[in-house]
């Protein structure tokens, strides 16, 4: 099974249950590290609801590994992660670059643009494709998701 499809699949399996937990789905990804496959489920809650916990990521981990071993989608050993994507998330979707606007993130791009492959100030705005980001010194980088390799939101204390 192709691993687009078995996110796919994940996320299907998960949908109705985290509606009814009161849980939103972050980012799956199935991914190979080392010789090893990785399931990662990243969960979260509305941000008025607080944060995800332990015992919700175990209670998550716990519907997920069965409802997986019922349907059998995948043909691999792997490792079930689930857990909150953190106060330092990757923006890893279009609709997490809306999302956040307004808050203080680090970008990495692909290639060097103006001297620089990082880029840290204020997501000023993103419609999903195009992202304006404003650093410290006032400028305005426009970028679109196709330069960015990583975007994690900063952590500011």
Known sequence: MAK???????????????????YELYNTEFIKEGKDW??????????EEGYIGTEDCEK???????????????????????SSPGMDRVLAKPEHYVKYAGKEVDVKLYKGKDGTKNISGILKYSDGEQVVVVDATGKEWNLTLDEIARTRLAVVF
Do not use: C, H, M, Q
């Open 4 to 22: 687009k499809k078995i996110t796919e699949v994940v996320e299907e399996i998960l949908t109705d249950f985290l509606n009814e937990e009161g």
């Open 38 to 47: 990785f399931l990662r489920v990243y969960i979260d809650k509305p941000e």
């Open 60 to 82: 998550v981990s716990r519907y997920l590994s069965d409802k997986l071993d019922e349907a059998d989608p995948i043909d691999k050993v792997y490792y079930l992660e689930v």
